[in-house]
């Protein structure tokens, strides 16, 4: 166990919708990454937080946000799903950024 | 951005045998870490290992990073070590990890 806590672990939705994804990091970790998988492919970095702030965005499309809360825990929206949004989306936390990190589970997203 | 490759692409073993796994980056980096992918899915710390040599059983890594590259051995591979490896890069003021292209390992019994 990492520590880092998602959920769901599955979510199957039709396309058009909208789901939240939700990520606890570990204790004392100040800093949260975003990544999504699809099948059979690498990780691609999303975005990512810092106590709060987004310090750093990748290759993520505008209908997908997220945000860090107070307590630190972080949640990615994503909009007007479509078949190709399907993939596992992993979230990970540090205590600052670039110290080792740590993945969650991963949420596996099916769109239908 | 930075580049980063890892090879091989695929690497079929039987069980008892040796391996090394490469991780070449294309900038200068602060960070490394290495990472295994099981079969389902889950991604497991490996090492955190910015420079130097470090060993956890039968699993070792060495960076280079003045010469831009990391090697990850596996000795006495069991099937268990089956899934894939990543190496993850990060590079100061960017604030990310950047994955590489991952290695497959399959090892048969």
């Known amino acids: 166990d990492s520590g880092v806590t998602q959920t769901p672990k599955h979510l199957i939705t039709a396309t058009g919708q909208r789901v939240t994804l939700r990520c606890s990091p570990r204790s004392g970790d100040l800093s949260v990454y975003w990544y999504q998988q699809s099948l059979d492919q690498g990780l691609q970095f999303l975005i990512q937080y810092y106590n709060g702030e987004e310090r750093a965005k990748g290759n993520i499309l505008e209908r997908f946000s997220a945000q860090q809360f107070p307590d630190l825990h972080s949640e990615l929206n994503l909009s007007s799903l479509e078949l190709g949004d399907s993939a596992l989306y992993f979230c990970a936390s540090s205590p600052r950024p670039l110290e080792e990190a740590f993945f969650g589970q991963g949420t596996r997203l099916t769109v239908v | ?109």
Do not use: M
């Not at chain 2, 890892?6 to 069980?15: F, H, K, M, V, Y």
């Not at chain 2, 894939?84 to 390992?105: E, P």
């Open chain 2, 1 to 109: 951005g930075i580049q980063v490759e890892q090879s091989p692409p695929d690497l079929i073993l039987q069980e008892g045998a040796n391996s090394t796994l490469r991780c070449n980056f294309s900038d200068s980096v602060n960070n490394l870490q290495w990472f295994h992918q099981n079969p389902w899915g889950q991604l497991i710390n490996l090492f955190y290992i910015p420079s130097g040599t470090k060993q956890n059983g039968r699993l070792s890594a060495t960076t280079v990073a003045t010469e831009r590259y990391s090697l990850l051995y596996i000795s006495s591979s069991q099937t268990t070590d089956s899934g894939v490896y990543f190496c993850a890069v990060g590079t100061s003021g960017t604030y990310k990890y950047i994955f590489g292209t991952g290695t497959r390992l399959k090892v048969l019994a």
